[in-house]
C-alpha cells in the first residue's frame, strides 16, 4: 500500500520560512518523480514545484528564487523549503507521486498525500 504523508504546515507571518515535508512507502521511493502542488480556497489546484527521480527540478513562476525543492531518497523524503512567504502562497499543500512526470505536471499523478495547510498571515 502507497502512502504519502504530508507535515510542516502550520501559521507563519509574512516574510517567514517554512519546510514540509512528505513521507512516502510502498513503492521504490529513488524511481518516481515527485510534486508538490496546492490548492487555496476558491481556486484550482495547481503545480507548485516537481522533481524527478535524477534530481532535475521544475518551479511555478510564482514561487521561483523563494521555494526549493529537494529529495532524500535514502529517507523515502521529498522536501519544500519554501522562503519569504506571501499571504498568496497560503493553501492546503499536497504531495504527489508518479513514475512519469509529466502525469505530475498534470495534476494526475498515481499519488497523492492528504495535504497539510500553510497559513501566511500576520
Known amino acids: 500500500q502507497v502512502q504519502l504523508v504530508e507535515s510542516g504546515g502550520k501559521l507563519v507571518q509574512p516574510g517567514g520560512s517554512l519546510r514540509l515535508s512528505c513521507a512516502v512507502s510502498g513503492l521504490t521511493f529513488g524511481s518516481y518523480a515527485m510534486g508538490w502542488h496546492r490548492q487555496a480556497p476558491g481556486k484550482q489546484r495547481e503545480l507548485v514545484a516537481a522533481i524527478t527521480s535524477g534530481g532535475t527540478t521544475t518551479y511555478a513562476d510564482s514561487v521561483k528564487g523563494r521555494f526549493t525543492i529537494s529529495r532524500d531518497n535514502a529517507k523515502n523524503t521529498v522536501y519544500l523549503q519554501m522562503n519569504v512567504l506571501k499571504p498568496e502562497d497560503t493553501a492546503v499543500y499536497y504531495c504527489?507521486?508518479?513514475?512519469?512526470?509529466?502525469?505530475?505536471?498534470?495534476?494526475?499523478?498515481?499519488?497523492w498525500g492528504q495535504g497539510t495547510q500553510v497559513t501566511v498571515s500576520s
Open positions: 504527489a507521486s508518479d513514475y512519469m512526470l509529466t502525469r505530475i505536471f498534470d495534476g494526475i499523478a498515481d499519488y
